[in-house]
């Protein structure tokens, strides 16, 4: 079984269907869905979702949804919660080259897990601090 960290497009996209996700992407989540990978989503993304439903830009069916893929236990899908090591790990992270809060929050995620991140994010694939997958 293979591992992976998602960054929030990536969930979000692979939750509602959406077609901007790569085939390589869409390939993976399918058959973390199917039980082959385990997807590591950062609580960062719970609380940026949780704001966007807040803010209304976002249905609660699909904050929903995450949750209850995340709940499954020893399922393909399981919260990395943000703790020392992620923290430390952001200093691995240049904030010139990934400047948003969360997404260093993301990619320390995956450099702390030492595992890719699956993500679309262009300053993110620049940065080169963790293998990204697209």
């Not at 992620?86 to 809060?101: E, G, I, Q």
Request: hydrophobic share 50%; glycine share 4%.
């Amino acid at each position: 079984m293979s591992e992976y960290v998602t960054d929030t497009h990536v969930l979000h996209w692979h939750l509602t269907g959406d077609p901007r996700l790569s085939p390589v992407a869409r390939q993976l989540l399918a058959e973390a869905d199917a039980g082959l990978h385990r997807i590591f989503v950062p609580s960062i993304i719970l609380v940026e979702m949780i704001y966007l439903v807040e803010k209304g830009k976002l249905n609660t069916s699909l904050l929903q949804k995450l949750l209850s893929l995340v709940n499954v236990a020893r399922g393909s899908y399981a919260i990395a919660v943000l703790n020392m090591g992620t923290a430390k790990a952001m200093l691995s992270v240049p904030r010139t080259a990934v400047p948003d809060m969360p997404d260093r929050i993301i990619v320390a995620t995956a450099h702390q897990l030492g595992i890719p991140l699956i993500t679309q994010d262009d300053k993110i694939h620049k940065a080169s601090v963790v293998p990204v997958i697209w």
